[in-house]
């Protein structure tokens, strides 16, 4: 088997991939040659994203993922414009930041809502498809759903650290479906935003490259979980945190 990158008549579904980490993913598989459906709550985001990647092997396919109900139609709108679907990633990992003592049942239930139950119930749903090519799933989670984070993650550092469990029991579970599942945890901290500048700080105190991943490094990250070449990879995390779970810290 040859290694290399070619995703050339895949069909791709990435969920939140209209703006930052996951735009940067869907336009990766899409310079490789896969058919991207584009997905964000908002239909204007969605259009304006296909519109500058070109239109060319691109679906649209806006809408709440969040809203339970919402789903089915969602993912059928991404797998009947693409024809098929090979790979699903999941890539909204959403966080503010706000102390244990203080955080409010629905802000924690919106940050669980908004990373683990919408990459669940919209991985139930694409299961039909990906058994039918014998497709991969990744989870894109953050590192600090394995080590922990800033003062004030706690939310969604939990969110992350269910993604990468959940990630670990659906491999289990749908292996005998010829369906790979796996979890990417990087040091990404966002495009903008105060909790943004908190979580690049952290990191870049923390990694002994001094650096946030950037955006190409983290779509890689993702791109070898997808290859066929990855076959035998199974219910893995890929961590690409420059170093930082490896125990290097800098007072």
């Known amino acids: 088997?040859?290694?290399?990158?070619?995703?050339s008549g895949k069909g791709v579904f990435v969920t939140d991939s209209a703006t930052g980490l996951g735009r940067r993913i869907a336009e990766a598989f899409h310079?490789?040659?896969?058919?991207?459906?584009?997905?964000?709550?908002?239909?204007?985001?969605?259009?304006k994203t296909v519109r500058?990647?070109?239109?060319?092997?691109?679906?649209?396919a806006p809408g709440d993922l969040v809203t339970t109900a919402n789903v089915e139609g969602i993912v059928q709108k991404a797998i009947n414009g693409l024809g098929r679907l090979d790979v699903l990633v999941c890539c909204a990992m959403q966080?503010?930041?706000?102390?244990?003592?203080r955080i409010s049942e629905e802000d924690f239930g919106r940050v669980?809502?908004?990373?683990?139950?919408?990459?669940?119930?919209t991985t139930q749903t694409c299961v039909p498809?990906?058994?039918?090519t014998r497709g991969a799933v990744i989870h894109v989670a953050s590192m600090i759903g394995l080590v922990g984070g800033p003062t004030g993650a706690v939310g969604y550092a939990t969110s992350s650290g269910a993604?990468?469990?959940?990630?670990?029991?659906?491999?289990?579970e749908l292996a005998a479906e010829g369906i790979r599942v796996n979890a990417v945890c990087p040091a990404w901290a966002g495009a903008d935003g105060p909790a943004a500048a908190v979580f690049a700080d952290y990191i870049k105190k923390r990694s002994p490259l001094g650096r946030i991943a950037t955006p190409d490094e983290c779509a890689a990250a993702v791109l070898y979980l997808a290859a066929p070449f990855s076959g035998y990879t199974m219910g893995a995390t890929l961590v690409a945190d420059g170093g930082i779970t490896s125990g290097h810290y800098v007072a």
């Open 1 to 7: 088997m040859p290694i290399q990158f070619d995703f």
């Open 31 to 47: 310079e490789l040659g896969a058919n991207v459906a584009i997905h964000d709550p908002s239909p204007v985001q969605v259009e």
């Open 52 to 60: 500058e990647l070109g239109s060319l092997r691109l679906v649209a």
């Open 95 to 101: 966080g503010s930041l706000c102390a244990v003592d």
């Open 112 to 121: 669980m809502g908004a990373n683990t139950k919408k990459a669940f119930f």
């Open 129 to 132: 498809a990906l058994r039918a």
């Open 163 to 172: 993604t990468v469990q959940m990630a670990r029991m659906m491999a289990l």
